[in-house]
């Protein structure tokens, strides 16, 4: 019965970016080794087939040094949704298998044990709930697609998604206790918080070393998440909460994470596009942008949507800004990036319902309309101000 856990190798400046602040770089990478070391080692004090899957070669190559005991295999398919379901077609021969994330303190006492026994007892498919709307394992003993197909990745709308997919295709869902992955500064409160209750040595020493860095988690308990409708572009979630002992909902809008592209030519001009937003009712004028698709990074997502929706490459990228959009109303989080030495090169890749227009607009006439509340987007004027503030910091235009 093996147990895949899901690795890419530590790096300062690419592991738990989330937490930067309040963790330097090289703190939070130290933090995603700790993690995935306690991982492992809770993975096998339950079962003794354990393998890691690997985001790509070189992680693989890199984490061989990190654990040399432990066989490696790199994610197949395109995103996180081909690299479960192929990872478990993969392997399902030998038996049941679970899948477990490696953002996580350890595990749960018993958990691998107690999922292949659910197995054993005619479910389908088990599910580790996080405490983030995702999930921290996920087991079969059967290779189903269903389980993957259409999933919100990368919002708190994957668990309740998982579970209606399950249950359309007929699936029979067991579910384990709800653990917590690591990915922002509440989840290391918490976790901080809590780290007695935790068998993850190496995430406790390291806590204790960065106590001063953290402070004390929010007053609120997640009791329940429901889906109240969904699509992989979004989906409205439905929290039962409990806020200093009083119980509330909470409903909100789940979006996977977007990029916004402000494009400067050597010329200085702005690459805009025009287009119909529906929920509004009218034409904006926006920079390219769109989600970041599973297993992209953010810089990848911004250089595709710069060429899909004005067919242009750029000579050079600056991340300029991490935002959330409206945290009130919708889990969306958003990367600003300024592209320099755009160049038009290719033709404009329009989805079915798309109708883009591009637009050049002189970049001093774009700032002054975004200074001045001239666009009504207002992601895309913050992303032009936020450029307008690096080029003038370098005294360059494009």
Not at 49 to 57: E, G, I, S, W
Not at 204 to 221: D, E, F, M
Not at 341 to 360: A, I, M, N, P, S
Request: aromatic share 4%; hydrophobic share 45%.
């Amino acid at each position: 019965m093996p147990v895949l856990v899901v690795a890419k190798a530590p790096g300062s400046g690419r592991s738990k970016t989330r937490l930067v602040p309040p963790l330097s770089a090289d703190e939070a990478a130290a933090l995603h080794e700790a993690l995935l070391l306690d991982t492992i080692d809770a993975c096998y004090a339950q079962v003794s087939d354990v393998r890691l899957l690997c985001a790509t070669a070189h992680d693989a190559a890199v984490l061989g040094a990190l654990v040399p005991g432990v066989p490696r295999v790199v994610q197949q398919g395109d995103g996180l949704a081909d690299a479960l379901r192929l990872g478990i077609a993969d392997h399902v021969e030998r038996g049941p298998v679970a899948v477990v994330s490696s953002d996580i303190p350890g595990l749960p006492e018993g958990a691998i044990r107690a999922g292949f026994a659910a197995l054993d007892d005619g479910a389908d498919v088990v599910l580790g709930p996080a405490a983030d709307g995702g999930y921290w394992l996920i087991a079969m003993r059967e290779a189903r697609p269903e389980p993957f197909l259409d999933i919100p990745w990368s919002t708190p709308a994957v668990l309740a998604v998982t579970r209606e997919r399950c249950e359309r295709a007929g699936l029979r869902v067991a579910e384990l206790c709800v653990w917590r992955d690591i990915d922002t500064p509440v989840d290391l409160e918490h976790v901080a918080r809590d780290i007695e209750s935790h068998v993850a040595p190496r995430t406790r020493a390291l806590l204790a070393n960065l106590a001063g860095h953290i402070s004390l988690p929010p007053a609120v308990i997640l009791e329940g998440s429901e889906l109240v409708s969904g699509s992989p572009w979004r989906s409205i979630i439905r929290d039962h909460l409990r806020i200093d002992g009083r119980s509330t909902e909470y409903t909100y809008l789940a979006v996977p994470r977007a990029v916004f592209v402000a494009a400067v030519t050597d010329d200085g001009q702005l690459l805009l596009v025009r287009q119909y937003r529906h929920p509004v009712r009218d034409w904006t004028l926006e920079v390219p942008a769109g989600s970041v698709r599973e297993g992209e990074s953010s810089g990848e997502a911004a250089a595709r949507e710069l060429r899909e929706e004005t067919g242009g490459v750029a000579r050079e990228w600056q991340h300029l800004s991490t935002f959330y959009s409206s945290s009130a109303h919708t889990s969306l989080r958003s990367d600003a990036w300024l592209a320099r030495g755009v160049e038009t090169l290719g033709e404009v890749v329009e989805e079915d319902w798309e109708d883009l227009t591009l637009v050049r607009m002189p970049l001093a006439e774009a700032v002054t309309r975004a200074r001045t509340g001239a666009f009504t987007e207002g992601q895309t004027a913050l992303t032009i101000l936020l450029a307008a503030e690096a080029l003038q910091s370098t005294g360059r235009p494009g």
